[in-house]
């Protein structure tokens, strides 16, 4: 299947930003959406307390850095995305959380220049998977790691794939378990129809590998349940 271009990607999210606005129940598609992002928020507090600059790729409406914000007050903070109705209400929703400086860039992550050694915490929240090719998760992994100051934190939340077929069919059984205990058959359907046009995730240990491979100094994993994990590299 041919897969959704940048285009129309930004436009079904263009579309939605009230959905993701909603920081509890705006990610239902994901397992353990909010465990996630607090983990993440927690572990970057304890890892970078003294951080004073973020940067959130993909940030959607806003729901990482709110989170980030919490435990790490006052940072300046910028905002990636490729949708600009997302990122003006990311950029009103982090605006009045923090008395830093918030700078949006509407932008794909990959034509992005990013500054070297600038920010403390990186999150990239479900976004990830839409690069297509082994080169461009390389390069896109290379420059989160040459934009973060010494010790600084990158934070991956996403989809991942199994390299293994028959976990692979486990995982995803009981992801569609999940998505119909949500909201019924037609949900899930739904969701794997759009999955399938428009993301291409790549396994776990693939993207730890790669994190090792750009320069990472240390992994870690935070949380995996099924075809989602939230983890970690430091600089």
């Given at each position: 299947?041919?897969?959704s271009s940048v285009e129309e990607i930004r436009a079904r999210f263009d579309a939605d930003v009230e959905r993701f606005s909603r920081r509890d129940t705006g990610q239902t598609a994901?397992?353990?959406a909010r465990l996630s992002l607090d983990m993440i928020a927690e572990a970057a507090a304890g890892l970078r307390p003294e951080a004073r600059r973020l940067l959130d790729v993909g940030c959607g409406?806003?729901?990482f850095s709110l989170a980030l914000l919490e435990r790490l007050p006052?940072?300046?903070v910028?905002?990636?995305?490729?949708s600009l109705p997302m990122l003006r209400r990311a950029e009103e929703r982090v605006g009045a959380a923090t008395t830093g400086t918030v700078t949006i860039h509407p932008a794909d992550i990959r034509e992005q220049a990013l500054p070297e050694?600038?920010?403390?915490v990186i999150?990239?929240?479900s976004v990830l998977h839409h690069l297509r090719t082994d080169?461009?998760?390389e390069t896109v992994f290379a420059a989160l790691y040459a934009s973060l100051r010494p010790g600084g934190v990158l934070f991956v939340s996403d989809m991942i794939e199994h390299d293994i077929d028959a976990v692979q069919a486990v995982m995803w059984r009981r992801y569609g378990e999940y998505l119909e205990n949500v909201d019924g058959p037609a949900y899930r359907e739904k969701v794997f129809a759009y999955i399938a046009r428009e993301d291409t995730p790549r396994s776990l240990l693939f993207q730890i590998d790669l994190l090792r491979n750009v320069g990472f100094s240390r992994t870690d994993v935070l949380h995996k349940n099924a075809v989602f994990a939230a983890f970690l590299g430091i600089k």
């Open positions: 299947m041919e897969k994901l397992i353990d409406a806003g729901n006052d940072c300046d910028d905002l990636v995305d490729l050694d600038t920010y403390d999150v990239a929240a080169a461009e998760w």
